[in-house]
């Protein structure tokens, strides 16, 4: 059957392995099996996306979880980090979304979260893994009287709705034009209501989802036409989810675009003044700009590097006792108030930020020196090691060299596809684009598909 769990989840193209019906199945009834000896509550949350192949998910899911025993609560089309916080809140024993993310409408997946509304441990992850391929609760049936049952929490959207708005002791954010981009994805309907339930004016877009336009030419990954659209309308700023809602990219007044790195230098930025940055540091991984980095230090703020993921992220916040970390991509993660990466509430920071320092997103974003980056994505048949790739190797020691301390390169397989991604940064922007181009030819001769 194949390793299951990737970087983020389970995850892969819809009705092939291992996003099947029949692993859907297994995983749920390993999972339930699991939680069901852990945990004294029966309770597991189950939340999805707007992906047609939600549907086939949501039921075998549902099916293995309830054939052990525990009790279903399903809460339909919800964020990812509303998953989280209910599984928490809840007491419930866990939590299982399934989505694919930011990726294209025919894949899927499934995220799992423990009771603390965080996502699993690796070893939990791979002990679950191991029994689902090894098929060792297949056949392991309860008597029929003890079968779980299944509900419908009807109140889920407003229980996440309060507390979304909490997070900002429901601040006021009237005379604020708000551009929202919901990528026809889970916040397709709460995400709206929230910010217009606290007073600002809001331009929605990308909120008719049909199981196929998720992420459709919209969303986190295309801010261009969100800048149109904040252009257009004179609005304040423009905020553009991805298809789970975990993550956020930010289009300020002009159009122009504020990603990861610029948003937790302002959010690290505004806690510090305020007192709240847990020992004055910052949690990001390897991919973040070295101007992020530059500005950190020169407001004696301390940055912790992590491998690439929001998982990992969080784990060293939880290690290290911080409460601010995220990614360039848009994963933010507020510790004081979510287990995971929450777009609607980095988005809810961000406003409130904007009225109490009373300055323009633009202003804000402006506290970063960006150096010039370049990011490339190689489609690749196979993921041999790296050090193996012989050519690549001497255009990334040539690159090295030219670079000295003045730039850098990473170069690593993504954890969710098959995938080669290229980042090449540096000072000058004529040498990032010959760098990059050059680390790309080497790469597509000896592994591109």
Same mark, same amino acid.
């Given at each position: 059957?194949?390793?299951?769990?990737?970087?983020?989840?389970?995850?892969?193209?819809?009705?092939?392995?291992?996003?099947?019906?029949?692993?859907?199945?297994?995983?749920?009834?390993?999972?339930?099996?699991?939680?069901?000896?852990?945990?004294?509550?029966?309770?597991?949350?189950? &939340?999805? %996306?707007?992906? +047609?192949? /939600?549907? #086939?998910?949501?039921? =075998? !899911?549902?099916?293995?979880?309830? *054939? @052990? &025993?525990? %009790?279903?609560? +399903?809460? /339909?089309? #919800?964020?990812?980090? =509303? !998953?989280?916080?209910?599984?928490? *809140? @809840?007491?419930?024993?866990?939590?299982?979304?399934?989505?694919?993310?930011?990726?294209?409408?025919?894949?899927?997946?499934?995220?799992?979260?423990?009771?603390?509304?965080?996502?699993?441990?690796?070893?939990?992850?791979?002990?679950?893994?191991?029994?689902?391929?090894?098929?060792?609760?297949?056949?392991?049936?309860?008597?029929?009287?003890?079968?779980?049952?299944?509900?419908?929490?009807?109140?889920?959207?407003?229980?996440?709705?309060?507390?979304?708005?909490?997070?900002?002791?429901?601040?006021?954010?009237?005379?604020?034009?708000?551009?929202?981009?919901?990528?026809?994805?889970?916040?397709?309907?709460?995400?709206?209501?929230?910010?217009?339930?606290?007073?600002?004016?809001?331009?929605?877009?990308?909120?008719?989802?049909?199981?196929?336009?998720?992420?459709?030419?919209?969303?986190?990954?295309?801010?261009?036409?969100?800048?149109?659209?904040?252009?257009?309308?004179?609005?304040?700023?423009?905020?553009?989810?991805?298809?789970?809602?975990?993550?956020?990219?930010?289009?300020?007044?002009?159009?122009?675009?504020?990603?990861?790195?610029?948003?937790?230098?302002?959010?690290?930025?505004?806690?510090?003044?305020?007192?709240?940055?847990?020992?004055?540091?910052?949690?990001?991984?390897?991919?973040?700009?070295?101007?992020?980095?530059?500005?950190?230090?020169?407001?004696?703020?301390?940055?912790?590097?992590?491998?690439?993921?929001?998982?990992?992220?969080?784990?060293?916040?939880?290690?290290?006792?911080?409460?601010?970390?995220?990614?360039?991509?848009?994963?933010?993660?507020?510790?004081?108030?979510?287990?995971?990466?929450?777009?609607?509430?980095?988005?809810?920071?961000?406003?409130?930020?904007?009225?109490?320092?009373?300055?323009?997103?633009?202003?804000?974003?402006?506290?970063?020196?960006?150096?010039?980056?370049?990011?490339?994505?190689?489609?690749?048949?196979?993921?041999?090691?790296?050090?193996?790739?012989?050519?690549?190797?001497?255009?990334?020691?040539?690159?090295?060299?030219?670079?000295?301390?003045?730039?850098?390169?990473?170069?690593?397989?993504?954890?969710?596809?098959?995938?080669?991604?290229?980042?090449?940064?540096?000072?000058?922007?004529?040498?990032?684009?010959?760098?990059?181009?050059?680390?790309?030819?080497?790469?597509?001769?000896?592994?591109?598909?």
């Amino acid at each position: 059957m194949g390793k299951l769990f990737g970087t983020d989840g389970i995850r892969g193209t819809a009705n092939t392995h291992p996003i099947t019906a029949e692993t859907a199945l297994l995983v749920g009834k390993t999972a339930g099996y699991v939680f069901g000896k852990e945990s004294k509550s029966k309770r597991v949350i189950v &939340g999805k %996306d707007t992906r +047609l192949s /939600g549907y #086939m998910l949501e039921t =075998a !899911v549902t099916s293995g979880l309830l *054939s @052990m &025993g525990m %009790d279903v609560f +399903l809460v /339909g089309p #919800m964020p990812t980090p =509303a !998953v989280a916080h209910l599984t928490r *809140s @809840m007491a419930a024993a866990a939590g299982f979304m399934l989505t694919a993310s930011h990726n294209p409408a025919d894949d899927n997946g499934i995220k799992i979260f423990g009771p603390d509304g965080y996502k699993l441990s690796d070893a939990l992850e791979e002990r679950i893994e191991q029994m689902v391929l090894a098929g060792s609760v297949v056949s392991d049936h309860i008597p029929s009287d003890q079968i779980g049952k299944a509900y419908r929490i009807e109140d889920a959207r407003g229980r996440y709705i309060e507390f979304a708005k909490s997070s900002i002791h429901n601040h006021s954010l009237a005379g604020l034009k708000v551009a929202l981009d919901c990528a026809n994805g889970a916040a397709y309907f709460v995400g709206p209501l929230i910010f217009r339930e606290l007073g600002a004016e809001v331009i929605k877009v990308a909120v008719s989802p049909d199981g196929h336009n998720i992420n459709d030419g919209v969303g986190a990954l295309y801010p261009e036409s969100l800048g149109k659209l904040v252009r257009e309308n004179g609005a304040d700023i423009g905020i553009a989810l991805d298809g789970d809602a975990d993550r956020v990219i930010f289009c300020d007044a002009a159009g122009n675009a504020v990603d990861g790195d610029k948003v937790m230098a302002m959010c690290a930025l505004d806690l510090q003044r305020d007192g709240l940055l847990a020992k004055d540091t910052l949690v990001v991984t390897t991919m973040s700009n070295l101007g992020l980095h530059e500005t950190m230090r020169e407001h004696g703020i301390a940055v912790e590097v992590t491998d690439v993921g929001d998982r990992q992220v969080i784990e060293r916040m939880c290690e290290g006792g911080f409460n601010l970390g995220g990614e360039q991509s848009g994963h933010v993660i507020f510790g004081d108030y979510a287990t995971t990466g929450d777009g609607i509430v980095t988005a809810l920071h961000i406003l409130a930020m904007m009225q109490k320092r009373q300055a323009t997103l633009a202003e804000l974003a402006s506290v970063v020196r960006v150096y010039p980056q370049r990011l490339t994505s190689i489609k690749v048949q196979a993921k041999p090691p790296l050090e193996s790739l012989t050519e690549l190797q001497t255009e990334l020691a040539a690159c090295h060299a030219a670079f000295g301390s003045e730039g850098r390169t990473l170069v690593r397989y993504s954890g969710t596809e098959n995938r080669l991604r290229i980042l090449v940064e540096c000072k000058d922007e004529a040498q990032a684009d010959h760098w990059i181009a050059r680390l790309q030819a080497a790469a597509e001769k000896e592994i591109g598909v």
